[in-house]
Nanobody
Framework: QVQLVESGGGLVQAGGSLRLSCVVSGRIFRINSMAWYRQPPVAQRELVAGITSGDSTNYADSVKGRFTISRNNAKDTVYLQMNSLKTEDTAVYYC????????????????WGQGTQVTVSS
């Protein structure tokens, strides 16, 4: 019922920037929140940044001051602006959305994109 498609990943040198995008589509009544997670090599998936329907944001300590999460006016697309990238940021980045599908009342589901690779070289 819900699809998330990420884009914007790629290969950059340390100190460079990337902007990730994630578009949410489907039979959706409401998107409560959206977030970016990442999974480095040989590591667990971790929360990078999140944004609520009220535009409240939170960030992992490792990216504060460097990354910015935002949404478009329709609130169906989330962005992650990544500046001053470090080699430690190399990971597969996943878009996440807490979504209330149409017809579900107030019950929500947690939906994931397929991921986009971000590689930061020294």
């Amino acid at each position: 019922q819900v699809q998330l498609v990420e884009s914007g990943g790629g290969l950059v040198q340390a100190g460079g920037s990337l902007r990730l995008s994630c578009v949410v589509s489907g039979r959706i009544f409401r998107i409560n929140s959206m977030a970016w997670y990442r999974q480095p090599p040989v590591a667990q998936r971790e929360l990078v940044a999140g944004i609520t329907s009220g535009d409240s944001t939170n960030y992992a300590d490792s990216v504060k001051g460097r990354f910015t999460i935002s949404r478009n006016n329709a609130k169906d697309t989330v962005y992650l602006q990544m500046n001053s990238l470090k080699t430690e940021d190399t990971a597969v980045y996943y878009c996440n959305a807490e979504v209330i599908p149409s017809g579900w009342g107030m019950r929500s589901i947690n939906s994931w994109g397929q991921g986009t690779q971000v590689t930061v070289s020294s």
